[in-house]
Nanobody, 114 residues
Framework: QVQLVESGGGLVQAGGSLRLSCAAS????????MGWYRQAPGKQRELVAL???????NYADSVKGRFTITRGNAKNTVYLQMNSLKLEDTNVYYC????????WGRGTQVTVSS
């Protein structure tokens, strides 16, 4: 079992920055990759960024050049640095861990205002 706790969401003006954190606990050695997803009301959850245990990262086209996913030194924490935020980045952001099963955090709200 893996437990995920996200933090760092909030309200920010367009053009601003936020840093999300996701801390994993439990069977963290079984985690192969971690990622950030987001979901707006009435829409499907979509991939934002993913990072593997080998530090290979992948991004949605909509966030390339603005968002950066990294892992902490302890490898059980993943961060999402979000710069140049746009109104359309407003979403609930979820952390996901890929292991023998898939695990999700409860989400953190990011609201970008004009």
């Amino acid at each position: 079992q893996v437990q995920l706790v996200e933090s760092g969401g909030g309200l920010v003006q367009a053009g601003g920055s936020l840093r999300l954190s996701c801390a994993a606990s439990g069977s963290i050695l079984s985690i192969n990759a971690m990622g950030w997803y987001r979901q707006a009301p009435g829409k499907q959850r979509e991939l934002v960024a993913l990072i593997t245990s080998g530090d290979i990262s992948n991004y949605a086209d909509s966030v390339k050049g603005r968002f950066t996913i990294t892992r902490g030194n302890a490898k059980n924490t993943v961060y999402l640095q979000m710069n140049s935020l746009k109104l359309e980045d407003t979403n609930v952001y979820y952390c996901r861990a890929f292991s023998t099963s898939n695990y999700w955090g409860r989400g953190t709200q990011v609201t970008v205002s004009s």
